[in-house]
């Protein structure tokens, strides 16, 4: 048996032992903390003053900066969106509109299709759009839809 301060370690203990040692360990572990809590003592709660300011700081420090991050994407993927639009409504016919879509796809996607089932449902009740699985090319996503051009401008 090894024995470490006086008792074994967890891993030479059955398993009920191993549970009991851990309850043991956290029932004096919530003793001393109750007891600090409960405490007179100033330098105690002094102690306790300091920890929690600083765990409030940390913690608007992380919030205030995945804020900012999540803030920034959402900027910067609206404005994308904004000039994807603007190019889809500069398009002078047919050819250029779906051009347009073609190049501007991420943009529009990233903003307002976030899901393929209203991408289907434009397809399905305008016949010269499509939505499909893109075989080839994969840097515009696994589906994307597309205008037929020659059926546009029928």
Do not use: P
Request: glycine fraction near 6%; aromatic fraction near 6%; include cysteine.
């Amino acid at each position: 048996e090894k024995v470490v301060k006086g008792r074994k370690k967890q891993s030479e203990m059955w398993l009920h032992e191993a549970i009991l040692d851990m309850r043991k360990r956290k029932q004096r572990m919530q003793k001393v903390s109750l007891g600090a809590e409960n405490s007179d003592d100033k330098e105690a709660a002094k102690a306790r003053e300091t920890i929690n300011k600083l765990l409030v700081s940390a913690t608007n420090l992380v919030l205030g900066y995945a804020g900012g991050e999540l803030e920034w994407e959402f900027r910067h993927r609206h404005s994308r969106f904004l000039a994807g639009i603007e190019q889809l409504d500069n398009a002078k016919n047919a050819w250029a509109l779906a051009d347009a879509l073609d190049h501007q796809w991420l943009a529009l996607r990233g903003c307002v299709l976030h899901k393929f089932k209203e991408a289907e449902q434009i397809a399905n009740v305008h016949k010269w759009l499509t939505f499909a699985v893109q075989d080839k090319d994969l840097s515009d996503g696994k589906k994307k839809l597309t205008i037929d051009a020659e059926g546009l401008d029928q």
